[in-house]
């Protein structure tokens, strides 16, 4: 249990990259 937790947290920041990234990428385009 405890390692699936770490798991979580090393992948978290990458997903909130990727969400980041998602978001902007059709602002940059459109400009």
Known sequence: ???LF???LRL???LVLIG???AL???IHSV
């Open 25 to 27: 990428i059709p602002r």
């Open 20 to 22: 980041l990234l998602v």
């Open 6 to 8: 770490n798991y979580t």
């Open 12 to 14: 978290l920041p990458g």
């Open 1 to 3: 249990m405890e390692l």
